[in-house]
């Protein structure tokens, strides 16, 4: 009961700022948008590139890649919502007033999936209004959104370690910066057949790559290492929650 | 069964890394029921004792029990029986303050049924009633302290912990806080850890008092057994011309010991001299001065007794030679 009321209230609070305020609500939303739209309008000619082989069109194959990047963002900038707590003294008062704080955390982490579930539910109707085909039947649907998701939970937890070590808002490029270089350094605008060089390289053993596929596979209903992918995220899961975790103890050890 | 709602403390240490330590191995014991002054300049250790106690830092040694509880292996059970008001009211500039009892009550497990009545209880007992549904941001620093107190309260706390409650408020808030901090004790049987930097308040409301300096208790008593301690009344005398203060001070040296006055020249009588005396030697001399005035002892004479410097002078050279925390 009392971890249920901790985590309630912390994403309570966090949902509640972030619906009430649009300078926190609408960089959220608009930033997947204007990527999603910058990416599938101005590259669509990449599709007639030899070589590309993604039966859905290009939109269907930027889509799965905002959606994406949008859920491991939308965790990182609850990291930062947890870091501009504790320098500003607000996390203590939760620290303080949680009988369990491991609920702290996963209030902030209920709040980082609401978060993600309002952009990619956005993103998702202006992506069919884009013309997206989809190819995938429910089941392939559940299981990208399923994927991002657990991808939001990854760039939550591993932000949140970061957030309550470093306990102040200079943290952030340390949270965002290591996401977004994995996010980048995958096969963002053409398949991974189309890389060449060291980008090609790097771009094989980034698990990234694997989520991309098999997200792009899915919506086409055509799905590859489905496994492989679902196992890399939870194990990231997992080693990011230990991360986590350990990030909340050296918080409760500063005082 | 009655539940257990004492402090006590034994052997608390702090050290912080390539630092000194804050806190030296106090030992205390706060009855139920009982508001326990901490004074102390600034840095003197009052808010680490309170975070170790508050389970908000841990403990470098030694031992504590919070409502019967240890702060070391049993930290959400004396989390869920104290509430604590900190130096700064850290609130969210974004929530009202009505979303904040809100939030207090889902944190602290407050039945559904009873979050509102008690979120307005409170509203009206620290009198934001009105403000209530206005963001904090708009806030002024003593209606944050006022809110501050109310969310410490929310889960009606067996222990509360106050930091330095009155710092930057008005004296009209003062004198509001102090009543309702008095009202806990006696009505509510509530136990009250205060920290304090102003001798008035822990003269007015504690029913002991502790005073830290550099992180050791070195006196603890009732407010009037300490001034009993010192026992006897000073002298200070303000001169008319700034000529006399060498002869007012040999005068003065007759009746008692110099005290470290800055504003005016002051002895402690000793035993058998009295005010009488000190104007007959001063007529006989011819001796005129602007004021003259005889002071019982306060607690900032304690504090002097004890450590060898007024709780202002202390507070002064914290803020010139601040320390590593």
């Known amino acids: 009961?009392?971890?249920?009321?901790?985590?309630?209230?912390?994403?309570?609070?966090?949902?509640?700022?972030?619906?009430?305020?649009?300078?926190?609500?609408?960089?959220?939303?608009?930033?997947?948008?204007?990527?999603?739209?910058?990416?599938?309008?101005?590259?669509?000619?990449?599709?007639?590139?030899?070589?590309?082989?993604?039966?859905?069109?290009?939109?269907?194959?930027?889509?799965?890649?905002?959606?994406?990047?949008?859920?491991?963002?939308?965790?990182?900038?609850?990291?930062?919502a947890i870091a501009r707590d504790f320098e500003g003294g607000f996390g203590r008062r939760l620290m303080l007033a949680s009988p369990n704080r491991l609920g702290i955390v996963l209030g902030y982490g209920v709040a980082a999936v609401f978060r993600w579930v309002i952009t990619a539910m956005l993103l998702t109707v202006v992506a069919l209004a884009f013309g997206m085909q989809v190819g995938g039947g429910p089941v392939d649907l559940v299981a990208l959104y399923t994927l991002a998701l657990i991808i939001n939970v990854c760039g939550f937890l591993w932000s949140a370690g970061i957030a309550m070590r470093i306990r102040t808002m200079q943290a952030a490029p340390l949270m965002q910066m290591p996401v977004f270089l994995l996010l980048f350094l995958a096969p963002v605008y053409v398949p991974l057949s189309l890389l060449g060089g060291t980008l090609h390289a790097v771009a094989r053993f980034n698990p990234v790559t694997y989520a991309l596929g098999t997200g792009r596979g899915l919506l086409a209903g055509d799905a590859t290492q489905v496994g492989l992918s679902f196992g890399l995220a939870l194990v990231l899961v997992v080693v990011f929650s230990v991360w986590a975790l350990r990030g909340l103890r050296s918080a409760e050890a500063a005082g | 069964?009655?539940?257990?709602?004492?402090?006590?403390?034994?052997?608390?240490?702090?050290?912080?890394?390539?630092?000194?330590?804050?806190?030296?191995?106090?030992?205390?014991?706060?009855?139920?029921?009982?508001?326990?002054?901490?004074?102390?300049?600034?840095?003197?250790?009052?808010?680490?004792?309170?975070?170790?106690?508050?389970?908000?830092?841990?403990?470098?040694?030694g031992s504590a029990?919070?409502?019967?509880?240890?702060?070391?292996?049993?930290?959400?059970?004396?989390?869920?029986?104290?509430?604590?008001?900190?130096?700064?009211a850290a609130l969210d500039p974004l929530l009202t303050g009505r979303d904040h009892l809100k939030l207090q009550t889902m944190l602290q497990a407050v039945p559904k049924a009873e979050r509102k009545p008690r979120?307005?209880?409170?509203?009206?007992?620290?009198g934001l009633t009105e403000a209530a549904d206005r963001k904090v941001r708009g806030y002024s620093g003593g209606m944050k302290?006022?809110?501050?107190?109310?969310?410490?309260?929310?889960?009606?706390?067996?222990?509360?912990?106050?930091?330095?409650?009155?710092?930057?408020?008005?004296?009209?808030?003062?004198?509001?806080?102090?009543?309702?901090?008095?009202?806990?004790?006696?009505?509510?049987?509530?136990?009250?850890?205060?920290?304090?930097?102003?001798?008035?308040?822990?003269?007015?409301?504690?029913?002991?008092?502790?005073?830290?300096?550099?992180?050791?208790?070195?006196?603890?008593?009732t407010p009037a057994a300490l001034k009993a301690e010192i026992g006897r009344?000073?002298?200070?005398?303000?001169?008319?011309?700034?000529?006399?203060?060498?002869?007012?001070?040999?005068?003065?040296?007759?009746?008692?010991?110099?005290?470290?006055?800055?504003?005016?020249?002051?002895?402690?009588?000793?035993?058998g001299s009295g005010l009488v005396d000190v104007i007959r030697a001063m007529d006989a001399d011819g001796v005129v001065v602007?004021?003259?005035?005889?002071?019982?002892?306060?607690?900032?004479?304690?504090?002097?007794?004890?450590?060898?410097?007024?709780?202002?002078?202390?507070?002064a050279e914290k803020t010139v030679a601040p320390s590593v925390r």
């Not at chain 2, 008092?209 to 070195?218: E, L, T």
């Open chain 1, 1 to 80: 009961m009392r971890l249920r009321g901790v985590i309630a209230g912390v994403a309570w609070r966090m949902l509640k700022n972030v619906v009430t305020t649009p300078s926190i609500l609408l960089p959220s939303l608009l930033f997947p948008l204007l990527f999603f739209v910058a990416f599938a309008g101005g590259l669509s000619q990449v599709q007639n590139v030899p070589g590309f082989d993604y039966p859905n069109g290009y939109t269907a194959f930027q889509f799965v890649f905002v959606l994406l990047q949008a859920a491991a963002f939308g965790g990182v900038f609850t990291g930062f």
């Open chain 2, 233 to 271: 009344p000073s002298i200070h005398v303000t001169p008319v011309r700034d000529d006399d203060r060498s002869v007012i001070t040999e005068l003065l040296g007759r009746f008692g010991e110099p005290l470290g006055s800055e504003r005016d020249l002051a002895v402690r009588l000793r035993e």
């Open chain 2, 145 to 221: 302290r006022r809110l501050d107190l109310a969310l410490a309260l929310v889960h009606r706390p067996s222990i509360l912990f106050l930091d330095e409650p009155t710092t930057g408020l008005d004296p009209q808030s003062r004198t509001a806080l102090w009543e309702e901090v008095a009202r806990l004790a006696r009505e509510d049987n509530v136990t009250v850890f205060l920290t304090t930097q102003y001798l008035e308040e822990a003269d007015v409301l504690a029913d002991r008092v502790g005073i830290i300096d550099n992180g050791r208790i070195v006196a603890e008593g």
């Open chain 2, 119 to 126: 979120q307005n209880e409170l509203l009206d007992r620290v």
């Open chain 2, 65 to 88: 029990r919070v409502g019967g509880y240890d702060i070391r292996t049993e930290g959400p059970k004396v989390r869920s029986v104290i509430g604590a008001a900190l130096q700064e």
């Open chain 2, 290 to 315: 602007d004021d003259i005035e005889l002071r019982a002892p306060t607690l900032d004479d304690v504090f002097l007794a004890k450590t060898g410097r007024t709780l202002e002078g202390a507070a």
């Open chain 2, 1 to 61: 069964m009655a539940r257990d709602n004492s402090i006590v403390v034994e052997k608390l240490v702090r050290e912080f890394r390539k630092g000194p330590r804050a806190v030296d191995g106090i030992d205390l014991h706060v009855a139920p029921g009982e508001i326990y002054g901490f004074l102390g300049p600034n840095g003197a250790g009052k808010s680490t004792t309170v975070l170790m106690l508050t389970t908000l830092l841990p403990a470098t040694t």
